[in-house]
């Protein structure tokens, strides 16, 4: 298997030796929209006019995040998934659009976001088929690549159905050369890691990190809290963290799939919990909703400017489970560039009261007797950080609720401390 052009081996102070894929892309996580989760594979264009996959869906997406403030906050991909092509290809071995759907096609759409400043991603598989069932790129590699370049296609997410998982190291890295020999960049999300985990077989997530900006590790996301706290779960397993954590950063992302803010399922607490930890994750915020028809509160939770600032932070780390005790409380938190820790009170029972749940400074890695300036990223009015000393307490909501802070030092002494990992 050869080596991506431009892939180098970096050592950063402060983390582990990283093996990245240095196409440029991705310095920090992506944003913006991605259709599978709200949409699925709705092609009934008479009976779902609005819902249906296709160039109008994607249009009003586009414009939803050029005119509505999204793109200024960072939301700038629109992300087409699954049922987009005919079921055959072309005579010379191309994949079409469904012209009935797409009627102006791929690259008259890539255009029309373009003029908006947004980017286009597009769907593949690397079986023989898709998920849904449509052409996989099995045979096809090379072609799609160039395909997809000459459309102005400015990301490729590569899904895994229908595929022979025990050739997925080599193809996977295939289909990420053949996007660079293109000349065009294209981000590469992977859908690799998650397949070879579902059958056991193990990941090699230096390598997968070598090749693809970003990957999924876990399950698909359904429009249900239960997925969203297995999702969470597995990312704070400090097993899993000591696989995927160590070669997350700047250029290549775990994405532990799509906000459902603005869904169906998830309460207003619970909302604001999975934004806070995909924020925290250093997730790809990529929404699956429909921003036609999105409330206030969901608009404002994806909007907060201070959340983003944490996912957007210039170190990318993922963040640690510190503790979990009875009750179903946790306290996670991640370093930020400038010394600061971002950290998560999360309150899972079911008790119908708040809980005051209180943490050390020394738990998240400061020293104990240091004082910080504590600011509650999701305060409804600007209230001005306040000065703690040692320890913090909050209020925290039942079923889901999270307190999510910035603790930033007002002393020199905030020498870091080794994670802890404690279930009590």
Same mark, same amino acid.
């Given at each position: 298997?050869?080596?991506?052009?431009?892939?180098?081996?970096?050592?950063?102070?402060?983390?582990?030796?990283?093996?990245?894929?240095?196409?440029?892309?991705?310095?920090?996580?992506?944003?913006?929209?991605?259709?599978?989760?709200?949409?699925?594979?709705?092609?009934?264009?008479?009976?779902?006019?609005?819902?249906?996959?296709?160039?109008?869906?994607?249009?009003?997406?586009?414009?939803?995040?050029?005119?509505?403030?999204?793109?200024?906050?960072?939301?700038?991909?629109?992300?087409?998934?699954?049922?987009?092509?005919?079921?055959?290809?072309?005579?010379?071995?191309?994949?079409?659009?469904?012209?009935?759907?797409?009627?102006?096609?791929?690259?008259?759409?890539?255009?029309?976001?373009?003029?908006?400043?947004?980017?286009?991603?597009?769907?593949?598989?690397?079986?023989?088929?898709?998920?849904?069932?449509?052409?996989?790129?099995?045979?096809?590699?090379?072609?799609?690549?160039?395909?997809?370049?000459?459309?102005?296609?400015?990301?490729?997410?590569?899904?895994?159905?229908?595929?022979?998982?025990?050739?997925?190291?080599?193809?996977?890295?295939?289909?990420?050369?053949?996007?660079?020999?293109?000349?065009?960049?294209?981000?590469?999300?992977?859908?690799?890691?998650?397949?070879?985990?579902?059958?056991?077989?193990?990941?090699?997530?230096?390598?997968?990190?070598?090749?693809?900006?970003?990957?999924?590790?876990?399950?698909?996301?359904?429009?249900?809290?239960?997925?969203?706290?297995?999702?969470?779960?597995?990312?704070?397993?400090?097993?899993?963290?000591?696989? +995927?954590?160590?070669?997350?950063?700047?250029?290549?992302?775990?994405?532990?799939?799509?906000?459902?803010?603005?869904? +169906?399922?998830?309460?207003?607490?619970?909302?604001?919990?999975?934004?806070?930890?995909?924020?925290?994750?250093?997730?790809?915020?990529?929404?699956?909703?429909?921003?036609?028809?999105?409330?206030?509160?969901?608009?404002?939770?994806?909007?907060?400017?201070?959340?983003?600032?944490?996912?957007?932070?210039?170190?990318?780390?993922?963040?640690?489970?510190?503790?979990?005790?009875?009750?179903?409380?946790?306290?996670?938190?991640?370093?930020?560039?400038?010394?600061?820790?971002?950290?998560?009170?999360?309150?899972?029972?079911?008790?119908?009261?708040?809980?005051?749940?209180?943490?050390?400074?020394?738990?998240?890695? +400061?020293?104990?007797?240091?004082?910080?300036?504590?600011?509650?990223?999701?305060?409804?009015?600007?209230?001005?950080?306040?000065?703690?000393?040692?320890?913090?307490?909050?209020?925290?909501?039942?079923?889901?609720?999270?307190?999510?802070?910035?603790?930033?030092?007002?002393?020199?002494?905030?020498?870091?401390?080794?994670?802890?990992?404690?279930?009590?």
């Amino acid at each position: 298997m050869g080596v991506l052009p431009g892939i180098v081996l970096c050592l950063f102070l402060g983390s582990s030796a990283t093996y990245a894929l240095e196409n440029g892309l991705a310095r920090t996580p992506p944003m913006g929209w991605l259709a599978w989760e709200r949409f699925r594979c709705i092609t009934d264009c008479k009976a779902e006019p609005k819902n249906c996959i296709s160039e109008n869906l994607f249009l009003s997406m586009a414009t939803r995040l050029h005119d509505d403030g999204w793109k200024e906050l960072g939301y700038t991909r629109v992300n087409i998934d699954d049922c987009w092509p005919l079921h055959d290809r072309d005579t010379e071995g191309k994949l079409v659009a469904d012209p009935e759907r797409f009627p102006h096609g791929i690259a008259w759409l890539a255009d029309q976001v373009h003029a908006m400043e947004l980017q286009l991603g597009i769907y593949g598989d690397y079986g023989t088929k898709t998920c849904g069932g449509y052409p996989g790129t099995m045979g096809h590699l090379r072609k799609d690549a160039e395909t997809f370049a000459e459309w102005g296609i400015d990301s490729y997410k590569l899904d895994g159905c229908n595929a022979n998982i025990s050739l997925m190291d080599e193809g996977y890295s295939e289909a990420g050369k053949a996007l660079n020999q293109t000349g065009r960049s294209i981000l590469y999300s992977c859908s690799w890691p998650d397949y070879q985990r579902g059958n056991g077989l193990p990941v090699d997530y230096k390598n997968i990190a070598a090749h693809c900006n970003l990957w999924r590790n876990f399950d698909d996301i359904q429009d249900s809290w239960d997925s969203v706290t297995s999702i969470i779960d597995y990312y704070g397993d400090p097993k899993n963290f000591a696989s +995927f954590g160590v070669v997350h950063g700047p250029g290549q992302w775990n994405d532990p799939d799509m906000l459902l803010i603005g869904d +169906f399922s998830l309460s207003y607490e619970q909302s604001k919990a999975q934004f806070a930890f995909w924020c925290l994750f250093s997730a790809p915020l990529f929404m699956s909703n429909d921003l036609r028809d999105i409330s206030p509160d969901a608009v404002a939770i994806l909007k907060n400017k201070k959340l983003i600032a944490v996912n957007q932070d210039a170190l990318g780390l993922m963040p640690r489970r510190v503790w979990q005790k009875k009750g179903g409380i946790e306290l996670w938190y991640k370093d930020l560039s400038d010394g600061a820790k971002a950290v998560i009170l999360w309150n899972r029972s079911n008790g119908g009261v708040a809980l005051s749940l209180e943490f050390s400074f020394e738990e998240i890695g +400061f020293n104990s007797d240091i004082t910080c300036k504590v600011e509650d990223l999701y305060a409804i009015s600007a209230v001005a950080p306040t000065k703690h000393t040692s320890s913090y307490n909050q209020y925290v909501n039942p079923s889901g609720g999270v307190a999510v802070l910035r603790l930033t030092p007002v002393m020199n002494d905030a020498m870091p401390r080794a994670p802890v990992h404690i279930v009590v």
